[in-house]
């Protein structure tokens, strides 16, 4: 079993700038790739961004490319999503999650995932 707790959410306008952090406790996680979803209201959960178990490559949807980046820190059993130039379309509750596998297309899916954290929520106003 792995337990996942999410911080950094909160209130930020447009332009601005918040960075996430997931830590794990259970089991390892460092041989399983790791990624973000958010779900809007009356919206179904979205892929945000994903990394490999190694961390040195990223998955990004269109959506968020070249302004949100996923890195991970093994030893602290954590990963990140650093996400700048924030719009009011990217509102939503941010999601970390353990893969069911290292790597591969299927973390762009919540069908690639075993374990999900409670959420935390970003609020960009414009």
């Known amino acids: 079993q792995v337990q996942l707790v999410e911080s950094g959410g909160g209130l930020v306008q447009a332009g601005g700038s918040l960075r996430l952090s997931c830590v794990a406790s259970g089991r390892t996680v460092s041989t399983y790739g790791m990624g973000w979803f958010r779900q809007a209201p009356g919206k179904e959960r979205e892929f945000v961004a994903a990394?490999?178990?190694?961390?040195?490559?990223?998955y990004y949807a269109d959506s968020v490319k070249g302004r949100f980046t996923i890195s991970r820190h093994n030893a602290k059993r954590t990963v990140y999503l650093q996400m700048n130039g924030l719009k009011p379309e990217d509102t939503a509750v941010y999601y970390c999650?353990?893969?069911?596998?290292?790597?591969?297309?299927?973390?762009?899916?919540?069908?690639?995932?075993?374990?999900w954290g409670q959420g935390t929520q970003v609020t960009v106003s414009s």
């Open positions: 990394n490999r178990y190694t961390g040195d490559s990223g």
């Open positions: 999650a353990v893969g069911r596998s290292a790597y591969g297309e299927n973390l762009r899916f919540p069908a690639g995932y075993d374990y």
